[in-house]
């Protein structure tokens, strides 16, 4: 697992690697990256470079709803993913690794929201956060 360091930034905008991986440390959130690296611009790694603060925020919220789930990211802002307005590269998405006490709590408290174009089953939190279950992990949109 990778660890990052430097201290994180409050409020909006954008983070650096550094800061995010600060906050997910902080929260007791875990990353990986195939490529043991965090270079945005390599789809073998593992970036938080560009991640929203609201999007770091909101994975941290969903670790505290989870409580002792291990919660581990496996995508966050590096190249390879989808675009659009609210993609991995533009700060909006991370992906969580599929384990079966995360499963249970998002298929458990957030609403069945239908099916993505890809076949990813969806389901969407009241605050309207956007769980993808794309197989092997949770691809996550933070809107809030």
């Known amino acids: 697992m990778l660890s990052g360091s430097g201290a994180g930034s409050g409020g ?8 995010a991986a600060a906050r997910f440390n902080a929260a007791g959130i875990g990353w990986v990256s195939s490529g043991n690296c965090s270079d945005r611009n ?3 790694c593992t970036s938080f470079d560009g991640l929203r ?11 505290q709803a989870v409580g002792g789930c291990t919660l581990t ?8 993913h989808a675009s ?7 700060g909006y998405k991370l992906d969580f690794q599929r384990v079966s006490c995360l499963t249970s709590h998002i298929t458990g408290n957030f609403a069945y929201s239908g099916t993505r174009g890809d076949g990813a089953t969806l389901y969407t939190a009241p605050s309207g956060n956007v769980y993808a279950d794309e197989g092997s992990h949770w691809d996550v949109t933070f809107l809030n």
């Open 84 to 90: 659009g307005t609210y993609s991995h590269g533009n």
């Open 73 to 80: 990211i496996t995508g966050g802002t590096e190249t390879g």
């Open 42 to 44: 390599s789809s073998s």
């Open 53 to 63: 603060a609201a999007t770091a925020d909101g994975a941290v919220a969903l670790k």
């Open 12 to 19: 909006s905008g954008t983070l650096t690697h550094a800061q």
